[in-house]
């Protein structure tokens, strides 16, 4: 009996002991999860109860360098039917009558499509005018769903598509200056927390906090001008339809300071047919700053400025022009196989003589060569800020497999390739005294750090003032000195260079046979206020001079009136009080 | 009659008949004022959420009103910019008014100022140069920060 009872104690005990510790167990856990992870368990049930959104900031502005928008940001809405709602075919085609013209459908099509759909929600119209998406919405139509969203906004149209890019869907920049400046232009996203249902919706009426409220990304001044944008892009378009071009490239640059005022390219996109499943991708390029090409004639410039720099020649010293040079077995002859007999250094540039530059090079010999064509930038990216630019190919003596017949063909710009952004960067160290400055497209933007300016930046000196201004001379010999040059602009004195050589680039970014035929100018010569530099592509043989040079001739003396420069002669007819 | 005529009952004989009624009286006004106040709390409370909601849902319409408006401002500085491109000057000149390219082009040298510009949405203008320095905090701070200051371990 009393060990029976014992028993019974023991298990009672047992019993109690397991209680104990249990409930021991779970107190603590009580109190690990009170007072330790409490954190932890009311974020979980925060997140059960609240819903989280991200608001989109407002992208910035993108304006040319007198403050006017090239692409800003609207309101607008995405317009939603909900299919389930159509599913009774009156009730559709009633909606449809209000909504299809809105969008600019046909309303048995929407109907058509909108039943056919896989999906609950079917996306009908994205970017809908911010006007007509409000008539709409208060239209009311059944299973109509409006969200509310932004678009990007062009007032100039079309122009400048190449160099700003554009955005995607989800307004991340994907091209240009829309990508390469993403970080400062899309500013920084908010979020919005509020209360929701079990199924995830939101609680009407329910608690709603903003968690962080979105940064509106800031706005880009650029260093372009729209006037003189679309006069080189209107001009642009209008020669490639005339001769029947490939494509091209205008780049007009300010010489003193490196600022951009115009930047076009073609081939390239509308943004107002914008279409993003394009599988040409090489449309969206800015083969201005992108693409590499070879200088051709117009880098004879450089090889005189070596010369005359490094005091081996003057404008006035000669050599005899027997129409071939000759590296080992390998002939050199000019373009038009002419003999010139004795020629001075000017008339190497204004008949463009390769056989002179050839015979230059030779005076200069290849480490001096070299090193100029270096300190002129070629074979570097410019530093623009602008994706994409490559440094551009220059072999040079101590590269492998170079050869002497490499530093003959690289004087007069052939086995050299550089970018159109950085043959005209080179160039106007002409007009700019002999400094190179560092060309730069932004003037000013507002960053997550505040507004940042540009200011020019004078990379380096590259030739000696004296030279700079010798050949700035030579250049105008070229213009001046020939009779019926087709750059020559009355009221204006011009300096440039024509450029013809082999490669010309395709609309889908291959390179082919044909030729591409240039132009460099800049103008007053006595106090250049524009450099611009006339590329077009062509499949058959072109001559720069008969193709570009008109381009520089038809444009200048608008730009040049624009930017306030007065032209001498009788076109200046009246003078004011 | 007789009913008339019968006594009333006799009041208890611990309290006399008007201190009864009184204490009676007194009682039922404070349970009623009780009842009252508590009544009065839950109506206060009902009010007070009420009026939260009212408000909040004020607040929803105004936000949403200041949305449409900064919207609709948006889209007339869009506007400004869409009227003022030169898209749309060449437009107006050729369609509109059907002028053409100049075939022979005079330069005037005019004498006045530029107009300053003022079509730009402001948004769209440089920021402007921050204002001048502040004047300095401790004038503005209140009177107890001040004498806080003074002491020297602050």
Do not use: C
Request: net charge neutral; charged share 20%.
């Amino acid at each position: 009996m009393f060990g029976r009872q014992s028993r019974m104690n023991a298990r009672l005990t047992t019993l109690a002991l397991v209680f104990a510790v249990s409930g021991a167990g779970l107190a603590a856990r009580v109190a690990y999860i009170q007072l330790v992870d409490s954190g932890r368990y009311a974020a979980a049930a925060r997140n059960e109860h609240y819903g989280q959104q991200e608001v989109r900031a407002p992208r910035g502005a993108i304006l040319d360098r007198n403050g006017y928008p090239l692409a800003t940001t609207v309101d607008a809405f995405d317009v939603y039917i909900n299919r389930p709602d159509w599913q009774d075919l009156n009730a559709a085609q009633k909606a449809a009558a209000v909504i299809a013209p809105v969008i600019g459908q046909k309303p048995d099509i929407l109907v058509d499509e909108v039943r056919k759909a896989s999906t609950g929600l079917y996306f009908a119209y994205g970017g809908l005018d911010f006007n007509k998406g409000t008539s709409l919405r208060d239209a009311d139509a059944p299973g109509l769903r409006m969200v509310q969203t932004t678009k990007r906004f062009y007032p100039e149209g079309d122009v400048a598509s190449t160099l700003l890019g554009f955005v995607g869907r989800d307004h991340v920049g994907l091209a240009g200056i829309e990508a390469d400046f993403d970080r400062e232009l899309g500013g920084v996203p908010g979020t919005i927390y509020f209360e929701r249902d079990s199924i995830g919706n939101p609680i009407a009426f329910g608690s709603e906090r903003i968690g962080q409220k979105p940064k509106p990304g800031g706005n880009i001044r650029l260093t372009i001008d729209r006037y003189v944008q679309r006069l080189v892009e209107g001009e642009l378009d209008s020669q490639i339809e005339k001769t029947g071009a490939l494509g091209g490239t205008i780049i007009v640059m300010e010489p003193k300071t490196g600022a951009v005022l115009a930047m076009a390219s073609r081939p390239g996109f509308k943004l107002s047919e914008l279409d993003l499943n394009n599988p040409n991708q090489a449309l969206f390029r800015n083969r201005a700053v992108t693409d590499v090409y070879e200088p051709g004639s117009v880098f004879k410039t450089v090889t005189t400025a070596a010369a005359v720099d490094l005091g081996l020649v003057t404008p006035e010293s000669t050599y005899n022009d027997t129409g071939v040079a000759y590296i080992g077995t390998s002939a050199i002859h000019n373009w038009d196989f002419s003999v010139n007999g004795t020629t001075t250094v000017t008339q190497i540039l204004q008949r463009s003589l390769n056989t002179g530059a050839v015979w230059m090079s030779g005076l200069l010999g290849p480490d001096n060569f070299y090193h100029y064509v270096q300190q002129f930038g070629i074979g570097q990216a410019t530093g623009i800020g602008l994706g994409g630019e490559p440094e551009g190919l220059v072999r040079t003596n101590q590269s492998p497999y170079w050869s002497p017949v490499d530093l003959a063909t690289n004087s007069f710009g052939q086995g050299i390739a550089a970018t159109p952004l950085q043959v005209i960067t080179a160039i106007a160290s002409f007009a700019n005294g002999g400094k190179l400055m560092r060309p730069y497209i932004v003037e000013e933007m507002d960053t997550p750090e505040g507004p940042r300016s540009f200011t020019p930046v004078v990379v380096r000196q590259v030739v000696k003032e004296e030279t700079a201004n010798t050949l700035a001379d030579m250049m105008n010999q070229v213009v001046e000195g020939i009779p019926g040059h087709l750059a020559a602009i009355k009221g204006y004195h011009v300096a440039g260079k024509t450029g013809t050589t082999t490669g010309a680039t395709l609309a889908d970014g291959a390179v082919h046979d044909g030729n591409v035929a240039s132009f460099i100018g800049f103008a007053p010569v006595n106090d250049p206020k524009m450099i611009m530099l006339v590329k077009l592509d062509f499949k058959e043989d072109r001559l720069g001079g008969q193709v570009s040079a008109p381009v520089f001739a038809d444009i200048a003396p608008s730009i040049l009136a624009y930017l306030g420069v007065r032209p001498d002669g009788p076109q200046l007819v009246t003078t004011g009080p | 009659m007789a009913a008339l005529q019968r006594h009333a009952l006799p009041f208890p004989k611990r309290l006399s008949a008007p201190k009864a009624i009184g204490r009676l009286r007194s009682g039922r006004l404070l349970l009623a004022g009780a009842v009252a106040l508590v009544v009065g709390a839950a109506l206060l409370q009902v009010n007070q959420f009420s009026q939260l909601t009212s408000t909040s849902y004020q607040i929803d319409q105004l936000n949403q009103q200041r949305a449409a408006t900064q919207a609709e401002n948006l889209q007339l500085e869009a506007d400004v910019a869409r009227l003022s491109s030169l898209a749309r000057v060449d437009w107006e000149a050729r369609v509109q008014l059907h002028m053409v390219p100049a075939e022979r082009k005079l330069y005037l040298d005019v004498n006045h100022a530029v107009p300053e510009r003022e079509t730009l949405p402001t948004r769209f203008l440089p920021p402007e140069k921050p204002a001048a320095a502040a004047p300095a905090a401790a004038t503005t701070d209140p009177l107890w920060k001040r004498l806080l200051k003074l002491l020297p371990f602050f």
